[in-house]
């Protein structure tokens, strides 16, 4: 999933806002304000390492005016699943490996007690390849980014297993961060000219797509060694007890029949993936709490370019002068998706839960992007994002669990 803002958004955004605020602006403290965002940890460390410079110019963004509002910023408050180091996905859009192997990692520790290090970047190689070979045999028609979606991840398990990220890091000696800027720009160019000269040749173009990624991440390896013992990445993956299909996806929304698998209609669902349960948005929310209460975690994935998801004080609410609370619901989550308000930014990893005293719910999340890592390495903030259920309910569109935290709603479906 890749942020992607468009003019047409913001306007939308900034309609709802306006016609949301005449209505109920004298009942809240909130308001919106348009204010300078300070030079990022994406600019002053990632891309300072890339090449040396970076842009200095602090952006001007509509956002939350939350002066003198404290949120539950302290990820000690929350009871969390045991989860794998917070690390960075670099100059890269692929958060959705990111979110997804650090959930396998939790799955891993939960069901074997084992701490593991999963290769992010062995599955990015992958996806790019079948990416190329769902676009050979559906002539070009497909839509070519670096996002995708968290199903990918048991997908490409299923298909060529796993590695350790000892074994693949699908970086180059010199890179501190992933960077995929040069590499996608040559795996466009690929794409482009096979579909401007119609060569549907499957294997040629495979062996085309690889030569591209062996070049900027690395050949994939056939084996791995792990305490001694040579495996395959199938059969690593087996070492893990994981098995792919116990995997499942869910998302909540009005255009398709509850109860019923679907597909989720976002540019990053490329292949078109119809594996989703669209369940109710009551039932949706629960399922995530229930989970995390039980010791299941989530890949989750949504939209992040909402003024009220905030890279200082990295919280995720939604204002009042959006909607109130009370007024979040099925509709008002449909009608932001069908108009293009609510897009498929982000993916990232829920963790952990908090109920304050008065009754509302906070989530915990880990996060690989550059805007959770503001606050500075030496905070404890680092790394994480504090969300609001108001945000998950109106703004996470889908995730990926496993299925024995889901069997009550999985048994509901027709």
């Known amino acids: 999933m890749i942020k992607s803002i468009i003019t047409t958004k913001m306007n939308k955004i900034i309609f709802l806002s306006i016609f949301t605020t005449s209505i109920t602006f004298g009942q809240q403290s909130e308001k919106?304000?348009?204010?300078?965002e300070p030079v990022s940890y994406y600019q002053h460390t990632i891309v300072k390492t890339l090449n040396g410079s970076f842009d200095t110019k602090e952006e001007t963004k509509l956002k939350v005016d939350y002066q003198n509002t404290n949120f539950p910023t302290d990820p000690?408050?929350?009871?969390?699943?045991?989860?794998?180091?917070?690390?960075?996905?670099?100059?890269?859009?692929?958060?959705?490996?990111?979110?997804?192997?650090?959930?396998?990692?939790?799955?891993?520790?939960?069901?074997?007690?084992?701490?593991?290090?999963?290769?992010?970047?062995?599955?990015?190689?992958?996806?790019?390849?079948?990416?190329?070979?769902?676009?050979?045999?559906?002539?070009?028609?497909?839509?070519?980014?670096?996002?995708?979606?968290?199903?990918?991840?048991?997908?490409?398990?299923?298909?060529?297993g796993a590695v350790p990220y000892s074994a693949y890091n699908g970086?180059?000696?010199?890179?501190?961060?992933?960077?995929?800027?040069?590499?996608?720009e040559k795996i466009e160019e690929l794409f482009n000219s096979i579909k401007d000269n119609q060569d549907w040749d499957e294997e040629k173009a495979v062996n085309n797509i690889k030569i591209v990624l062996n070049r900027f991440i690395g050949e994939v390896p056939k084996e791995v060694i792990i305490s001694g013992k040579t495996m395959t990445p199938k059969e690593y993956l087996s070492?893990?007890?994981?098995?792919?299909?116990?995997?499942?996806?869910?998302?909540?929304?009005?255009?398709?029949?509850?109860?019923?698998?679907?597909?989720?209609?976002?540019?990053?669902n490329?292949?078109?993936?119809?594996?989703?349960?669209?369940?109710?948005?009551?039932?949706?929310?629960?399922?995530i709490q229930e989970s995390l209460k039980k010791g299941y975690s989530i890949s989750i994935g949504g939209d992040v370019s909402e003024p009220g998801f905030d890279k200082i004080t990295q919280t995720a609410t939604i204002p009042k002068f959006d909607i109130e609370s009370k007024y979040i619901?099925?509709?008002?989550?449909?009608?932001?998706?069908?108009?293009?308000?609510?897009?498929?930014?982000?993916?990232?990893?829920l963790i952990g839960y908090y109920e304050k005293?008065?009754?509302?719910?906070?989530?915990?999340?880990?996060?690989?992007?550059?805007?959770?890592?503001n606050a500075g390495e030496q905070s404890n903030k680092f790394g994480y994002y504090f969300m609001n259920e108001d945000y998950i309910k109106l703004k996470m569109m889908s995730f990926t669990v496993h299925k024995d935290a889901a069997q009550l709603f999985l048994d509901k479906m027709k």
């Open 76 to 160: 000690e408050l929350y009871k969390t699943v045991w989860y794998s180091n917070l690390i960075s996905q670099g100059n890269t859009g692929t958060c959705w490996s990111f979110s997804t192997s650090s959930f396998m990692e939790s799955e891993v520790k939960r069901i074997t007690g084992e701490e593991v290090d999963l290769s992010e970047m062995y599955t990015v190689y992958w996806e790019y390849v079948e990416r190329m070979k769902y676009f050979i045999q559906n002539k070009g028609k497909m839509h070519l980014g670096e996002g995708a979606e968290t199903n990918s991840i048991p997908k490409i398990m299923e298909l060529y």
């Open 32 to 36: 919106a304000i348009f204010k300078k």
């Open 357 to 373: 005293e008065n009754g509302e719910n906070w989530f915990l999340i880990k996060d690989s992007g550059s805007g959770s890592r």
């Open 270 to 287: 490329w292949w078109r993936s119809d594996n989703y349960n669209n369940i109710p948005l009551e039932d949706f929310i629960t399922l």
């Open 329 to 349: 619901n099925e509709s008002s989550r449909q009608l932001r998706f069908s108009n293009g308000a609510t897009t498929d930014d982000h993916a990232m990893h």
């Open 171 to 184: 970086k180059r000696s010199h890179e501190l961060f992933h960077n995929h800027e040069q590499m996608f």
């Open 239 to 268: 070492s893990l007890k994981i098995q792919p299909s116990d995997y499942v996806n869910f998302m909540s929304l009005m255009e398709a029949p509850y109860y019923e698998k679907a597909v989720y209609d976002v540019p990053d």
